[in-house]
């Protein structure tokens, strides 16, 4: 459970997110809403990339504010990126391998575990390919694999369905939905594609100019009226 | 510690230094807040250009300001000539890349020094202005016109820089461009045309420069190739920002440097300053932050 | 679980993590293998003293371009003061070799730390800054660096911490390990501690620290998200190859017996940094091109009475060709252009082969 209490981050004169209060219960949860509403920025305070102007993040009892940042991937915040960052130059293997080897977890489980993530992908790709080699949905994957390699507790994926074509989208969502149960950890999805999220989100927040407009089951939550209004502007 | 007295020629000659450092410095941060390059050439196009003049007067037999002019002219004509074949190909990378590309500069233009006026063999040459002879007295201290020139250079070009870049068609842009290039090309500033005159002021200064230095310290290529380090000093300590901050501190660089000099201890050390007032100026300044470089904010 | 996947499982025993090397990597170890042997037995015996002097520079300066390959390349730090370091290097060896009898490898090793030891407290407070303002302190610091050591000069057997007296009138040599005086064997003794060096940085890119710095150069977010503490890798890699450099000071003092601070200029650190970009900071071969370019290509000039201002001229114009298309350097783009070159070549040779009434022809 991800309890967000009064997070405030301000740049400058845009205050990006203000006063968002949400509490994350269990399994995937979506997290939509326009674009500059503070999804990306959200995640980059959780990452520990920008700190906030006020509130606190309690994840499953531990504060997570007071961790530094690569502190916090070691205790099992993965993220993933809109524009996708897995290292080029590195195979398959090695990408999510760095993962796992820093974080808490030791060297004899390494191998298994890595094969473990990138299987559970369904990336049908051998593991020792370089990943400048492949495609950007196989990249995406990879990406994936290193966020659920080990023992994750915070998923944080946003936008992986971002330029793909249907049919992997549609793969990455059955991925994505089974994240929970594979791993245990809690998933963070945002994205603007509504299909991907009603697809693995069960419960979903939306934003708008940083501030939590609503929440709740999925389904509900997309029939919202200002949830509606937030996107389409008010006439 | 010797007597006051002895320090009281450094003074005036400290000054002169800072002058043409600051001078120098000022040439510096215009161009890279322009062009985000950080020319490291700097130093060398200042010694080409004396080189040629020292030859133009001595070998050739040509009257003094025809050399001078000669050497601001081909140091212009050098930097410019840089800018506009290098600059669009680097123009998007990283300030690091750009500085690191005018070293090559550097290296190409210490080669020709070094190939067409050779050190070895002992001939020590000497760059001497009109000026040098003369002077007055204050409080004592002797003072040649070269020194106030240098001194009124680095004054007069802070300042005129400084007015320039605020109340100019030409400066505004260059502000502009220092915040954000393509944006400002949107805006229908012609982007090249200000980038050239920045990349030619630069250069005319170091030309100036070169030959105050020449005069002042030694006309020797290595040792004016590499005394743009103590403008870098300056321009680090501004954080390649404010001109006022770069001339004040190669004021005080140029003072230290040579007001160690009576001290028996220190004097050996002295050149020494410049690298140790920007070390120590950049860790002081960065305690807080981690310092990105301005215009390539992530 | 996808084919490949399990193909990958069945293949590998699980207790270990190994990969079966494939062929373009057996054939490139064999060619690495094959040249090191010629560098070691023949090279000395082909070439006159002069050249063998030669070599033994390129095998230290190797040492130095392999220490900032690995900073520029792996890391993104550009040292604009290599030389200084390689001076400490040389001052710490020399100090120990005339204070001590110790063994020439111990000296080296811990000329070696002493560096690494210097490096480090340096890289403590300047690695806070990036880029540019990294890459200009770590000048600043050269610079410090060379005014005092042409102030304290370097040991030439004298006492007290600084070693040296001023007042020598026969300044004894500094001494070579006692199996390698000649210098054939000195040589021979430069190239194996240089393939030493390699081996240690080959090490370091396989495994952990390798990857974490692959890592941080294409992008530090995504490091940081996979956890890897930033900071501590740059500093790892500003302790090896400071190291690295210290080394091969103390091999150079060995080489040179006579240490003057006009060794190490300003420009050194320069010229260094454009033959290592040359070369080509991605592979270890680069390093070993930067040094052939740094030290066989001036003695060569040298020797055929050409002034070696052509090649400072020649590393200038490379640094701008290097930066403005081919990031990866020679080292990168020439066995690319002889790999095109070969296979216009095959295709030349099969057309000419079918002949006129080929197919098609």
């Known amino acids: ?235 | 510690m010797p007597p006051w007295v002895d320090f009281e020629p450094f003074i005036v000659s400290g000054l002169a230094l800072g002058g043409v450092y600051a001078l120098s410095g000022v040439g510096l941060v215009v161009l890279y807040r322009a062009t985000g390059v950080l020319y490291l050439a700097f130093g060398a196009i200042g010694a080409l250009g004396a080189l040629i003049a020292w030859s133009l007067t001595t070998r050739a037999g040509a009257p003094g300001w025809a050399g001078w002019l000669v050497c601001v002219a081909v140091a212009g004509a050098v930097t410019l000539g840089y800018g506009l074949l290098f600059g669009p190909a680097l123009a998007r990378r990283d300030p690091l890349i750009k500085a690191v590309a005018t070293i090559g500069l550097t290296l190409i233009l210490y080669g020709v020094m070094d190939l067409l006026w050779t050190t070895s063999g002992g001939q020590a040459r000497s760059l001497t202005l009109p000026t040098d002879n003369g002077g007055f007295t204050v409080a004592q201290i002797q003072v040649t016109w070269t020194q106030v020139i240098a001194l009124a250079a680095g004054v007069v070009l802070t300042v005129g820089t400084g007015t320039f870049l605020r109340f100019t068609k030409l400066g505004t842009a260059m502000r502009a461009m220092a915040n954000d290039r393509d944006i400002t090309a949107t805006l229908g500033v012609p982007v090249r045309r200000v980038e050239a005159a920045a990349w030619l002021g630069c250069g005319i200064l170091g030309g100036i420069a070169g030959l105050l230095l020449a005069d002042l310290v030694a006309l020797d290529a290595t040792t004016l190739t590499f005394l743009v380090i103590s403008s870098l000093a300056a321009v680090l300590i501004a954080r390649l920002r404010s001109i006022t901050v770069t001339f004040v501190a190669a004021i005080v660089i140029g003072l230290l440097h040579d007001l160690l000099t009576p001290i028996a201890s220190l004097t050996s050390y002295r050149d020494m300053t410049p690298f140790v007032i920007a070390a120590i100026g950049l860790l002081v300044l960065s305690r807080h932050q981690v310092m990105t470089q301005s215009r390539e904010e992530a | 679980m996808s084919g490949t996947v399990r193909a990958t499982l069945e293949r590998a025993s699980p207790a270990r993590i190994a990969r079966r090397p494939t062929r373009p990597q057996l054939i490139k170890a064999s060619v690495t293998t094959v040249l090191l042997l010629f560098a070691f037995f023949a090279l000395p015996e082909l070439l006159s003293l002069y050249y063998i002097d030669t070599m033994t520079q390129v095998a230290v300066y190797s040492m130095v371009t392999l220490a900032l390959g690995l900073l520029v390349g792996r890391v993104g730090l550009f040292s604009l003061g290599q030389a200084a370091v390689l001076a400490i290097g040389a001052w710490a060896a020399a100090r120990l070799l005339f204070a001590t009898t110790q063994p020439y490898p111990l000296v080296l090793l811990e000329a070696g730390l002493i560096t690494m030891v210097a490096g480090l407290l340096i890289g403590l407070p300047a690695l806070r800054l990036r880029g540019l303002y990294l890459a200009l302190i770590t000048l600043m610091l050269a610079g410090s660096i060379t005014v005092v050591l042409a102030t304290v000069n370097f040991p030439n057997g004298g006492h007290g911490f600084l070693g040296y007296n001023g007042g020598l009138l026969h300044i004894p040599p500094i001494r070579r390990p006692s199996i390698a005086a000649s210098d054939p064997a000195y040589y021979r003794f430069s190239v194996v501690i240089a393939i030493v060096m390699f081996a240690l940085v080959l090490a370091h890119i396989k495994t952990k620290p390798g990857r974490a710095w692959a890592a941080i150069r294409q992008s530090e977010p995504a490091a940081l998200a996979a956890g890897i503490n930033i900071w501590f890798y740059k500093l790892w890699a500003f302790a090896l190859a400071s190291f690295i450099t210290g080394v091969a000071g103390g091999v150079l003092a060995g080489a040179i017996h006579y240490l003057y601070s006009i060794n190490f200029p300003t420009q050194d650190s320069i010229t260094l940094l454009a033959v290592t970009l040359m070369g080509g900071v991605f592979s270890l071969w680069g390093a070993v091109v930067a040094g052939l370019l740094y030290q066989f290509l001036p003695a060569l000039l040298n020797n055929w009475g050409v002034s070696a201002d052509w090649l400072i001229i020649l590393f200038g114009l490379g640094v701008l060709q290097v930066l403005t298309t081919a990031p990866a350097g020679l080292a990168d783009q020439v066995p690319r252009d002889l790999r095109r070159l070969g296979h216009l070549l095959g295709t030349r040779i099969r057309r000419f082969r079918r002949g006129p009434g080929g197919d098609g022809a």
Not at chain 1, 144 to 172: F, I, N, Q
Not at chain 1, 175 to 195: C, F, K, N, Q, Y
């Open chain 1, 1 to 235: 459970m991800i309890e967000v209490d009064g997070l405030t981050v301000r740049y400058g004169g845009v205050t990006s997110l203000d006063a968002m209060s949400l509490t994350f219960e269990q399994g995937t949860c979506g997290l939509i809403g326009p674009n500059g509403a503070g999804k990306t920025t959200f995640f980059n305070v959780l990452s520990g990339f920008v700190r906030p102007a006020a509130g606190a993040v309690r994840a499953f009892g531990v504060d997570l504010l007071s961790m530094a940042h690569y502190r916090r991937a070691r205790w099992g915040v993965r993220r993933t990126f809109q524009t996708e960052q897995a290292i080029e130059e590195l195979s398959v293997f090695d990408n999510v391998a760095m993962v796992h080897e820093h974080s808490r977890l030791g060297g004899a489980s390494r191998r298994a575990d890595v094969l473990d993530a990138i299987t559970f992908t369904g990336l049908d790709a051998d593991p020792e390919t370089k990943v400048r080699t492949l495609g950007a949905g196989q990249r995406r994957l990879v990406e994936v694999a290193r966020a659920v390699v080990g023992r994750p507790r915070l998923v944080l994926l946003d936008e992986p369905a971002a330029g793909l074509p249907d049919e992997e989208t549609s793969h990455l969502a059955e991925v994505i939905r089974r994240i929970p149960e594979h791993t245990g950890a809690l998933a963070i999805l945002v994205d603007h594609d509504m299909s991907l999220v009603s697809a693995c989100c069960a419960t979903t927040a939306v934003l708008d100019f940083g501030k939590l407009i609503a929440s709740g089951p999925t389904a509900a939550v997309l029939r919202d009226d200002a949830v509606i209004r937030a996107y389409l502007g008010v006439a």
